[in-house]
Structures are given as C-alpha cells and as structure tokens.
C-alpha cells in the first residue's frame, strides 16, 4: 500500500476536529523491539514444552505475561498454568529478550514526533512495558519530546491491553477526551483497547501480520511503515483536521 492509498482509503472524517495530543504504543511503533520480543517468547516457551510460534507473538502484542502463557496452556493442555511456573517462564523470557542488542529507534519516529512537537502537540506514551528507567531510554533516542507525567506503563494499570484501560489512563493524565487526541499503534490487541476507549486509530504495520488483522480490530487508517507516516503526516493533518 502505498502513501496515497492509505490516505485516500480512510474513514479519515473520524478525525478528531481540533487534535490536542497523540498517544503512541511504544513497542514495535517508537522501537524495533518486536523481533527479539518474538523470538524471546518462542524460545521460552520451547524450553517449558509449549509451541508458541515466533509470527503468532505479534497478534498476543499486548497482553499481559501470565495471559500470553495460559492462552497457549489453554490451548495446548486444557488448562491454566500455575502462578509460579508462570513466573519462571517469563523471568526466562525476560533473560532470553536482554540477550539481545538494545532495539533501535524505529525508522521515521524520530522526524514524526518532532514535526508533533513543532505543532503544539501533546505526545504521551501508553505502553505495557515494565522496562525500569524507560523516560532516561526515550530521552536518549528522543530527546526533549516525552515527559514522566504523560506515561502510561506496566507500573500504572490492572489489566493491560485489550482492555481500553491504559489509553482511558493516557487521556486521564492528558486531560483529554476521546475527540482531542489520537493513537498510534501496531499491534491488533492494542488497536482494539485503543478503539474501545474511543479514539481515532492510526495503524502502522510494522511486523509480519496481514493488514487485515489491524484493520479488522477497528484501525481507522493504515500506515504499512512509521517512515510513511512520518512522510504523509503532514498532508493528512492538513487535509483532515479541519
Ligand atoms: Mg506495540
């Protein structure tokens, strides 16, 4: 797909007439995280007898450690793993993702996050990730863009996507309504919390899935890369937001 396409494909009247802030999914949209993350999760769940294919990672992106393990113990057993082997399989796959090299920034982030800024634009980040000093991390790789008043992470929420949750939380420490403000998300589950709290939802599918399994959980618009979003996001919000 390209550029044009995506934008000319949309339910793009959706979008929100006077945009305040854009919340982003931090995994697999800000860092190229997902491959370990994936082969990580395949590995560990080897060594305890389970099959959790590294492609089917991508449509569980989202869901909470325990959960991931006992929809493939559902599926494989008939039953629920116990509390503690569930911790023992995601301290493994937590040893087995820090194996790898620290995950780069995702092409085209950087310049699209800028061009928000530059607007006026509130940016918030709504992750599951329980990574410890992650503001010092995006600082780094995103300077001056992001603040710790306008995260949302593992630490703030019960349930986690899909559960709308963390994105009603994001507007919640934005002062937001669902009309201010938009989602920038790659993973279904995370577009489905997204869509339930009610916010118009920009997909970038940047992992292996079909385009059909973001836009089928309600993706309002997609992106087939953050470069191409970055790129068109100019014309879009001129066009859109009216
Ligand atoms: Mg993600």
Sequence with gaps: MNQQSAINNTKAQGFPQRLRA??????????????YHA??????MAQFGYDLPEDEVYMHEGRTGASTVNLVSMRQRGV???EERIQEIYQVKSEFFNEYPPADPMPGALELLQQLKAQGLKILIVTGSGQR???DKLNHHFPDIFRRELMVTAFDVKYGKPNPEPYLMGMQKGELTPEE???????????RAAKAAGIFT?????????NDALLDEGADVLFPSMQALSDAWGEFYNTYNK
């Excluded at 403000?181 to 577009?191: M, Y």
């Excluded at 920009?202 to 079909?210: E, K, Q, W, Y």
């Design 22 to 35: 854009v919340l982003f999914d931090m995994d697999g949209v800000l860092y190229n995280s997902m491959p």
């Design 39 to 44: 082969k990580a999760w395949h590995r560990a």
């Design 80 to 82: 629920e793993e116990s």
């Design 133 to 135: 000093s992650l503001l």
């Design 181 to 191: 403000c938009i989602v920038v998300e790659n993973a279904p589950l995370g577009v």
């Design 202 to 210: 920009i997909a970038v599918n940047t992992g292996p899935l079909p």
